[in-house]
C-alpha cells in the first residue's frame, strides 16, 4: 500500500470544504479528517474527528495520537486564540499564522496602527474606547464613515454610514446595545473610501510568498449591492478589476511592506495572508487584512490552481514554498452562495435540499461546497445556517464560468432559497468595456 498522508482540516463551513476538494485534487494518496467539518465534506471521504474536543490542547493531543501530518485551519476565531502556537508547542506542522500574527485580524486597533507606522496606504482613522469621544469625533469629520468594532465580528462589525443619523444609531448598537460584545470595546471611525474592492490572497512561508488569483467579493445580500451586508453572498475570480500593473503595485505597496511590517513586530508572518483593497482614484488602499482564506473567495479562486496542495500548504509551514510548482489556468471560475431565506437577518433551519447530486454530476468543472448544511438520515439533506451552499465552475470565460455556475444553482431546491443572481457581472461589464 502507498503511503498516505493524514491531513486535518479545522473548520465546518464552505471555506473548508472548499480545502478538501483542492486537497483531493492532487494524485496523493490522502487520509482527511476534519474538526467539527460538515456534511458535504462527510461525503467527499473526509473522517469527523469524534473524540471529545474541548479545547485546542485536546485537539493537538489528538492528532499525535493519530500521527496528523499536516493541520490546515480554515477559520479566523482558532487562530486568534491561538491554535497555532499550542500545535507548535506539540512540534505538529500547522498551517495558519500565530497568535501574535493573527492580530493583523484579531484586532483592528492592531492593524490600523500597524499600517499607519510602516506606511502602508488605508483609509485615515482614529480609534475610541469610549461613546461621547467617539461623538464628539464624529461632530467634526461628519458623513459618509464608516464606523468598525476593533474585534472579530465575523465579517459583520464595518459599518457604512453615509447620514450622520445612521453614524450615531452605529455608535449606539456598538456601544450601549453591546452588538459585537467585548469585540466592540475599542472602535475605529475611518474615511469612507470610494472605489471597487477586490481580495488578495497572499501565501507566505516567513520568507516567501505567492499570489494567488485576484478575486471579488459581493457581500450585500441582494443584486446590485444593495441590502445589509453578509458573510458574502458570491465572488469570482482573476477579477478584471485588477491587472497586472495594478497587481505589482499592491505586491510593492501593500504586500511586501505588510510581511515585511509583521517580521519587524516580531510577528513573522506564515499561512494565508488576505488583504481586502479599495482601488481609489489615489491608488490602491487596504480596507482590511484577514489572516486565513475568505469565504466564498476561496470556492472560487483554489480551482483555478494546478498544484499539489499538501505540498504547498507544507511549504509554508516549513519554509520552502519558493520550491513548490504550480501553474494558474487560463480561465474564470465563478461561485454562488445559496442562503436561507431571511438571511442576514432570522432564517428557520431544517429546509430539505434537493438536487445537489444533479447538480455535482451535471460537469466535471462543477463543484458544491456545503456550509451550512445537516444529514438527517442516509438520503436527507436539510439547511443548518444561514449560507447553506455554494456552487461553483470554472470556464474559459468569465460569461460561460457564470452561466454554467448558474444553471447549477438552478439545479438545487429548498424552501427559501436565496442568492444573487448578478456575481460576476462586475467583472463582464469592465472586460467589455476594456
Known amino acids: 500500500m502507498d503511503f498516505m498522508d493524514s491531513i486535518l482540516i479545522v473548520g465546518g463551513g464552505g471555506r473548508e470544504h472548499a480545502l478538501l476538494k483542492a486537497l483531493l485534487r492532487s494524485d496523493r494518496p490522502l487520509c482527511l479528517y476534519a474538526f467539527p467539518g460538515n456534511a458535504g465534506m462527510e461525503n467527499d ?29 480554515g477559520p479566523e476565531q482558532p487562530l486568534v486564540e491561538g491554535i497555532v502556537d499550542t500545535f507548535q508547542k506539540a512540534r505538529l506542522p500547522i498551517f495558519g499564522p500565530t497568535k501574535k500574527a493573527a492580530q493583523i485580524e484579531g484586532s483592528k486597533f ?39 468594532a476593533s474585534g472579530l465580528a465575523a465579517g459583520k462589525g464595518a459599518i457604512v454610514c453615509n447620514t450622520m443619523e445612521e453614524a450615531e444609531g452605529a455608535l449606539s448598537l456598538i456601544f450601549d446595545d453591546k452588538a459585537f460584545g467585548a469585540a466592540g470595546d475599542t472602535v475605529i471611525i475611518e474615511e469612507k473610501m470610494e472605489g471597487e474592492e477586490a481580495s488578495v490572497f497572499v501565501l507566505s512561508d516567513g520568507k516567501n510568498y505567492k499570489v494567488l488569483p485576484v478575486s471579488q467579493d459581493h457581500k450585500p445580500i441582494f443584486d446590485g449591492d444593495k441590502g445589509p451586508n453578509t458573510g458574502g453572498m458570491g465572488a469570482y475570480a482573476p477579477a478584471p478589476l485588477v491587472n497586472e500593473a495594478l497587481l505589482a503595485q499592491i505586491e510593492e505597496e501593500v504586500i511586501v511592506p ?106 466535471a468543472n462543477v463543484d458544491v461546497y456545503h456550509a451550512g448544511t445537516e444529514k438527517v438520515d442516509e438520503d436527507t439533506l436539510v439547511t443548518s445556517g444561514g449560507r447553506v451552499l455554494a456552487v461553483s465552475a470554472c470556464e474559459p470565460t468569465l460569461e460561460e464560468a457564470i452561466a454554467t455556475a448558474y444553471e447549477n444553482v438552478a439545479m438545487i431546491e429548498f424552501e427559501g432559497v436565496t442568492f444573487r443572481r448578478d456575481i460576476g457581472m462586475k467583472g463582464v461589464a469592465r472586460l467589455k468595456k476594456s
Do not use: H
Open 45 to 73: 471521504g473526509c473522517m469527523i474527528v469524534d473524540a471529545k474536543i474541548n479545547n485546542w490542547k485536546d485537539l493537538a493531543n489528538w492528532a499525535i495520537k493519530n500521527e496528523i501530518d499536516l493541520t490546515v485551519v
Open 110 to 148: 492592531y492593524s490600523k496602527n500597524l499600517m499607519k507606522k510602516y506606511n502602508i496606504p488605508t483609509a485615515a482613522f482614529e480609534s475610541f474606547t469610549d461613546k461621547s469621544a467617539a461623538m464628539e469625533y464624529l461632530g467634526k469629520v461628519g458623513a459618509p464613515i464608516v464606523i468598525k
Open 258 to 363: 505588510t510581511l515585511n511590517a509583521m517580521k519587524e513586530e516580531g510577528a513573522t508572518y506564515r499561512g494565508l495572508l488576505y488583504a481586502g483593497l479599495m482601488m481609489t482614484k489615489e491608488g490602491p488602499k487596504v480596507v482590511e487584512y484577514n489572516c486565513r482564506f475568505g469565504d466564498p473567495e476561496t470556492q472560487a479562486v483554489l480551482p483555478l490552481v494546478d498544484c499539489d496542495w499538501f505540498e504547498v500548504l507544507s511549504a509554508c509551514t516549513d519554509g520552502t514554498l519558493d520550491s513548490v510548482q504550480w501553474t494558474i489556468k487560463k480561465e474564470a471560475c465563478v461561485a454562488v452562495v445559496l442562503a436561507s431565506g431571511g438571511y442576514p437577518g432570522k432564517y428557520e433551519k431544517g429546509k430539505k435540499i434537493v438536487g445537489i447530486d444533479k447538480a455535482e454530476r451535471s460537469k
